[in-house]
């Protein structure tokens, strides 16, 4: 049963601090996803990895896949108090019959 | 408005009284599933439907039953339920299971079951 590590469990900082969040997996990812979940909603999706080495950005946000597609990290520049929520990783299996699979995610929590 | 709506919201009920969250959602989508999110174990699969009338167990589908007749509706039925059911729910929608496929949750159905 693959396994999804994303670490730190917990992140506080202050407003126009840079942050870094890991996902590592126990098994080559099929395709990595990551959500970012707000309180009190659903989980939301910011983007989705395939190639590994591969880099993609979204504003301050930019996501990386690692080379042996098992690992994958989310850097913040200059967080914002509208970045806080729990971010999660999860793999797509991209076949019927297979559950998407969730890591436990990092709680985020940006003071202004 | 594209989105996955989900009722109730809140619901404290309890041990053993049927219960039906239901799910809708408006794009049209095929694929639909169910989702529980419990502290420390983060969001695992219930069940899962690749379209009408085709459903399938996902991870942890006990205690939990589905249906899918019409392609806007996915409700969550539990029969009997037992107060390790209480948790967050979601439920979510996607065109299909293809990566390129985003998959839309809805806003969550907090169940506590006394």
């Known amino acids: 049963t693959q396994l999804l590590e994303q670490s730190p469990q917990f992140l506080s900082i202050q407003e126009g601090e840079n942050l870094t969040v890991y996902c590592n997996s126990s098994?080559?990812?099929?395709?990595l996803q990551w959500y970012r979940q707000e309180p009190g909603e659903g989980p939301v999706l910011l983007v989705t990895?395939?190639?590994?080495?591969e880099v993609k950005k979204l504003k301050r946000l930019t996501f990386q896949f690692g080379d042996a597609r098992k690992d994958s990290s989310l850097h913040i520049t200059a967080a914002q108090p509208g970045d806080t929520g729990l971010y999660l990783c999860?793999?797509?299996?991209?076949?019927?019959?297979?559950?998407?699979?969730f890591g436990k995610g990092t709680t985020l929590s940006v003071s202004s | 408005e594209a989105q996955v709506t989900q009722n109730p919201r809140y619901l404290i009920t309890v041990t053993g009284k049927k219960l039906t969250v239901t799910c809708s959602q408006n794009m049209n989508h095929e694929y639909m599933s169910w989702y529980r999110q419990d502290p420390g174990l983060g969001l695992r699969q219930i069940y899962y439907s690749m379209n009408v009338e085709v459903t399938d167990k996902g991870d942890v589908p006990e205690g939990y039953k589905v249906s899918r007749k019409e392609k806007r509706n996915f409700p969550l039925i539990l029969e009997s339920p037992s107060p390790n059911q209480t948790s967050l729910y979601f439920c979510?929608?996607?065109?299909?299971?293809?990566?390129?496929?985003?998959?839309?949750f809805g806003p969550g159905t907090r169940l506590t079951v006394l």
């Open positions: 999860a793999d797509h299996p991209n076949q019927a019959g297979t559950a998407l699979i």
């Open positions: 098994s080559v990812f099929s395709s």
């Open positions: 979510a929608s996607s065109l299909s299971i293809g990566i390129a496929d985003t998959q839309y």
């Open positions: 990895v395939v190639t590994g080495g």
